[in-house]
């Protein structure tokens, strides 16, 4: 098996629970005076409405969501090799958990993993 090679991604998702969404939103827009876009979530059908927030190098995304009670975080990772990269973690007893948010018509091959802390991880091969 290939040793996978891992790096870190450019994508921040913060998952918001609806009730806290529009004064989140107005947060990085209004008192931090971050540019604030709203972008398309047909790709996710867990997540009603997202916008885009440049974070330095990073995009962070605001994600609401309808079934949350409190905010989480996420974290993008690439791979070179998917294949290999989910399987190194499954030797310490971290599996692919697809089912955290179900990702439709995305270009690229895909796994959400959780570290020990319980942080999602999107883990993505490069191209």
């Known amino acids: 098996m290939n040793k996978p090679e891992f790096t870190a991604g450019l994508n921040i998702a913060m998952k918001i629970?609806?009730?806290q969404y529009e004064a989140t939103m107005a947060f990085y827009r209004d008192t931090l005076g971050f540019d604030v876009k709203e972008d398309d979530v047909s790709y996710a059908p867990t997540v009603s409405r997202t916008h885009s927030v440049r974070f330095g190098p990073n995009t962070l995304?605001?994600?609401?969501?309808?079934?949350?009670?409190?905010?989480?975080l996420w974290l993008q990772l690439h791979t070179d090799d998917l294949d290999a990269a989910a399987a190194k973690p499954a030797d310490s007893g971290i599996h692919p958990c697809d089912e955290v948010?179900?990702?439709?018509?995305?270009?690229?091959?895909?796994?959400?993993?959780?570290n020990p802390a319980g942080v999602v991880h999107l883990l993505a091969e490069s191209g």
């Open 61 to 72: 995304w605001l994600d609401c969501v309808g079934n949350y009670s409190r905010s989480d």
């Open 101 to 114: 948010e179900p990702l439709e018509s995305l270009d690229s091959r895909t796994h959400w993993i959780k």
């Open 17 to 19: 629970p609806k009730a």
